[in-house]
């Protein structure tokens, strides 16, 4: 492919409003473009590479027996109703109404549209188990979209969709995805961890998350430095808290009349808790409730968290846990998270709050117990204490470490919970009719494209790994004006493409130093640069990598390629 006639246009500068390294190379390697804030053109290259992480999930999800098939991104507002997720998902949910003043949805995920197709076209155990996937375009109006590809509002998903007939056939469904992401990542050539997640339940072993380590990540995940343990942190003091009571949760039904509080009640409720020097703080954003959990002796007061927030250094809540807590009838109420100046612990709030949930209306604010089947005691937090790191770890092998991660899949066992809302049911063996068992699974395609980049580049740009590289070739012609170079040039790069290889040639009549540099930003695995002593048949052979150069005969550049 000739770079001269390909739209791929590179810059010097790092752009002003990227911070982290793969939103500042994929915009400076002519990758990507912004189109408004969270939203973004994958341009030529940029397509083809995430066509590529496109393929290996592909190919991993169809070795399982998951078949491909695609969903409208526009969706009726009718099915988010059944499932009740039209109030719960809050404003991350895209809404518009079309010429008839019905409303839709732009799809942030595709349960419901799956749920209402196989309800209504399986109808026995016969059918079942049943896996499909697709790989398109998400929309969430994400808080603060932000870091380039790693919090988009519209950005790439593969979301996979299980339907079982019992429990025990949904373990062996989440169990083959689990596998397939574990092939899918290893593939990639990423340093992950699947890392037991927050289901919003105690036990957390029906969710994982698979974080690829990188000090940009928005999540923290404590794991073991000897065993196989890792957890998100949202789950750590969960599970050390049940360890050392040796206690299973109690079962309890929700309870039913709000407890009515004032505002600054509540703070003191859980702030009275919260020994060793802990302390809550609520204040109201744009009509949501944010909660922050601090320790330390860090002066806090909302005034000071609202600022922080208001200047992006807190931030709220992931929608996990604020979904969480909506749909209750009150507002959404969400712990804060990381900043320099306060030290934030979100990971005791996301605990405190999966109990509770606030919100306000003209008599006060309202404080009830929303997780069903789990009893909220605020003095089970009295002693409660923070995992650090070096304390010995929740399996009883090694200590504890901590280390960043971005969430790049998640697998979900999602139980009956669509398929009541929405009557999915089969009949069974005997011809009674039973409720399907479903599973959710997603990848961030899009947002992987990131982590890649954000654990293969240097100084220079990007060095992608051979298996996922745009193209495997960068053919550069350095003076293309010479006809000996541009002969070769164009004769290495047809002889290139018969023989199946991707080959970016770089034909254009640019400065040699220029073409060096836009090389390396754009990061394919090999170089090869017909130069000076085209007219002796010799090119340079480069692996962008290591750094290692050679001088070969151009006759053996296929040789040396393949
Ligand atoms: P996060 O906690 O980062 O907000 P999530 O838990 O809301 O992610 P899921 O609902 O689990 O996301 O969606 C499946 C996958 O989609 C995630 O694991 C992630 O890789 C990707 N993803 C989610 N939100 C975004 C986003 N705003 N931009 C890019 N990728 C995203
Ligand atoms: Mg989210
Ligand atoms: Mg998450
Ligand atoms: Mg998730």
Known sequence: MKQSEMLLPTLKETPADAEIKSHQLLVRAGYIRQIASGIYSFLPIGKRILRKVEDVVREEMEKIGAHEMMMPALQPSELWKES???????????????????????GATHEEVITSIVRDEIKSYKRLPLLVFQIQNKFRDEARPRFGLLRGREFLMKDAYSFDDSFESLDKSYDKMFQAYTNIFTRLGLNFRAVIADSGAMGGKDTHEFMVLSEVGEDVIAYSDTSQYAANI??????????KSGDEPKEMSKVETPEQRTMKDVADFLGHELKEGLKAIMFKVDERFVMAVTRGDHEVNDVKLKNLYSAGIVELASEADTKRLMGTGFGSLGPVGVSEEVEVVADFAVEALQNVSCGANEDGFHLRNVTPGIDFQPSQYADLRFIEEGDPSPDGQGTIKFARGIEVGHVFKLGTFYAEHMNAQFLDDQGKAQTMVMGSYGIGVSRTLAALVEQNHDDRGITWPANIAPFQVHLLSMNPKKAEQADLADKLNAQLEEAGIEVLYDDRK?????????????????????????????????ERVSGEQQEIEASQVIEQVK
Request: charged fraction near 35%; charge should be positive; hydrophobic fraction near 40%.
């Open 510 to 542: 640019e400065r040699a130093g220029v073409k060096f540099a836009d090389s390396d930003l754009i990061g394919i695995p090999l170089r090869i640069t017909v130069g000076k002593r085209a007219a002796d048949g010799i090119v340079e052979l480069k």
């Open 234 to 243: 949202e789950m750590a003091p969960v599970i050390r808290e049940y360890k």
């Open 84 to 106: 009740s997720r039209w109030s719960t998902f809050g404003s991350e949910l895209m809404r518009i109404d079309d010429r008839n003043n019905r409303e839709f949805a732009l």
